[in-house]
């Protein structure tokens, strides 16, 4: 049972670090361009310097969501981190890990929520760049999408022996 709940701990922080690196790095899209390789993310436009990402009007709404949302699941990642160490301590033997699940499921719905819009509103569509790709930080994000969900249903079903 130890090797169990040492393992979730691992990929639990394993998520919330690669969360906050794809939430930070500028790699979603990457093109390239007369100049070299250009690369953008939720914050930044990044060539051989990083300007403010250049938004449309009718995108700046879908942007902002997809930042708000990444940073939610940062916040959800963490304090289910933070409760499932609390109760590790606390909880009485056999009892189940339904708060830091519970959590860590919202979490991952805020994963899903907010790369979804950006699959949808900003995949190929990107300025001065020819053949656009997924950057790294946009892979990581679908990775810790399926290890929230992974996490969050094992706390559900776990007793603490």
């Not at 922080?13 to 500028?26: D, E, G, K, R, W």
């Not at 436009?45 to 942007?63: F, I, M, R, W, Y």
């Not at 033997?93 to 907010?114: D, H, N, P, Q, S």
Request: with cysteine; proline share 1%.
């Amino acid at each position: 049972m130890l090797v169990l709940l040492a393992g979730i701990f691992v990929v639990h922080i394993a998520t919330v670090i690669m969360l906050f690196v794809s939430t930070i790095a500028n790699v979603w899209m990457v093109g390239s361009s007369n100049t070299g390789t250009i690369s953008t993310g939720l914050w930044l436009l990044c060539n051989k310097t990083c300007t403010q990402l250049p938004v449309s009007s009718q995108d700046e709404a879908s942007l902002k969501a997809v930042q708000a949302f990444m940073i939610l699941s940062i916040i959800f990642s963490i304090v289910a981190l933070v409760l499932f160490i609390i109760q590790l301590f606390t909880l009485e033997k056999g009892k189940r890990f339904y708060m830091t699940g519970a959590i860590m499921l919202v979490c991952w719905m805020c994963i899903l929520i907010g790369v979804s819009i950006y699959t949808a509103r900003f995949t190929g569509t990107m300025v001065y760049s020819t053949n656009p790709h997924h950057g790294y930080c946009f892979i990581l994000a679908w990775i810790c999408f399926c290890f929230s969900f992974i996490t969050g249903i094992l706390y559900l079903v776990l007793r603490k022996k």
